[in-house]
């Protein structure tokens, strides 16, 4: 599809369908997708890994500037020359993790510089971009073409979780507490949210993911184009 590079935003809570979403509107677009919570999840493994506290804010932070974080072609984080999988991404281990790290502010203000600076790279070479987060639509890309949150109960998340990891019946209370945890810890940050203003808000509650995404694209191709830098 050849349209003028755009910028768009997805933010919302933990299984909300907004990575899977955006992965599927880029592909649309022909754009580039940044899933920037995947970055605070590579992380969070590198920290476990090599036996950092992911409390040590300012070894976290300085680890981080050593690293000398870059992208490879389709969006992956690259830490040290090293990427994770997206299987090691969504792993138990991450989802214990991330929150320490990306509410650290040093860490986030890094990664946040970082994220604006690869989109104005996409945007600069006329490549359209899809930015996937908490925080994208308000941190990283508040002047985007199109800005949008998707919102889905507590309940219907747990079961997307327990279906994604192939996880027993049993395992959907842990599943639910540890996204009602996060919902409670990712309030704040300047994250956007359903109220975050001039944002688009989709509901996903017994929606097929065709559904969402013909409506996303249709709001993408019917906006007007941006004012101001994205």
């Known amino acids: 599809m050849a349209l003028a590079p755009v910028v768009v935003t997805i933010d919302g809570p933990a299984g909300s369908g907004k990575s899977t979403l955006a992965a599927d509107l880029a592909a649309r677009l022909g754009a580039a997708a940044l899933h920037t919570g995947r970055h605070y999840r590579a992380i969070a493994l590198a920290m476990n890994r090599i036996g950092v506290a992911p409390t040590d804010e300012f070894t976290v932070a300085a680890w981080l500037r050593d690293a000398a974080p870059s992208l490879t072609v389709d969006g992956r984080l690259m830490l040290h020359g090293a990427a994770y999988t997206p299987s090691d991404l969504e792993s138990p281990d991450a989802d214990a993790l991330v929150s320490t790290i990306s509410n650290q502010p040093l860490v986030r203000r890094r990664l946040i510089d970082l994220q604006k600076d690869w989109v104005r790279a996409w945007t600069q070479a006329r490549r359209s971009v899809v930015i996937e987060g908490r925080d994208a639509g308000t ?24 279906r994604q ?19 409670a810890e990712d309030r704040g940050f300047g994250r956007t949210t359903a109220d975050t203003p001039g944002i688009i808000t989709l509901t996903t509650d017994g929606c097929q993911r065709g559904e969402v995404l013909t409506s996303l694209l249709r709001l993408v191709l019917d906006a007007d184009p941006p004012t101001g830098e994205a």
Do not use: V
């Open 139 to 162: 941190q990283i890309a508040p002047h985007a073409h199109r800005r949008f949150y998707l919102t889905c109960s507590a309940t219907e998340r747990a079961e997307r979780r327990l």
């Open 165 to 183: 990891r192939g996880a027993s019946g049993e395992e959907y209370l842990r599943i639910r507490a540890e996204i009602e945890a996060r919902d």
